[in-house]
Nanobody, 119 residues
Framework: QVQLVESGGGLVQPGGSLRLSCAVYGFILDYYAIGWFRQAPEKEREGVSCFSSNDNSTYYADSVKGRFTISVDNAKNTVYLQMNSLKPEDTAVYYC????????????WGQGTQVTVSS
């Protein structure tokens, strides 16, 4: 059974840092792209970052470029999102999702982890 489990969220002051983890069960990362998404109250879900295993490419939304870094630990089957210089507008529930590299849609989603940036 495919399962993605996010962790690492919490409350942090502006300018602080958090590292989110996405532990993957039921498949290996070699054949999947992993995306990080976020959804704030009364706002639509937006893509934040993604990593594609087929060519080791990465993507970052303009709003987080230079502040967030996506990485993967294949031995632990875990994807990370390092978030630095956090801003109040980063406050959201963060989700990780998986898409097969031969596909075009994200088929598997985690339960989400809350990130709150506030003084």
């Amino acid at each position: 059974q495919v399962q993605l489990v996010e962790s690492g969220g919490g409350l942090v002051q502006p300018g602080g840092s958090l590292r989110l983890s996405c532990a993957v069960y039921g498949f290996i990362l070699d054949y999947y792209a992993i995306g990080w998404f976020r959804q704030a109250p009364e706002k639509e879900r937006e893509g934040v970052s993604c990593f594609s295993s087929n060519d080791n490419s990465t993507y970052y939304a303009d709003s987080v470029k230079g502040r967030f870094t996506i990485s993967v630990d294949n031995a632990k089957n875990t994807v990370y999102l390092q978030m630095n210089s956090l801003k109040p507008e980063d406050t959201a529930v963060y989700y990780c999702a998986a898409a097969h590299i031969a596909g075009t849609t994200y088929d598997y989603w985690g339960q989400g982890t809350q990130v709150t940036v506030s003084s």
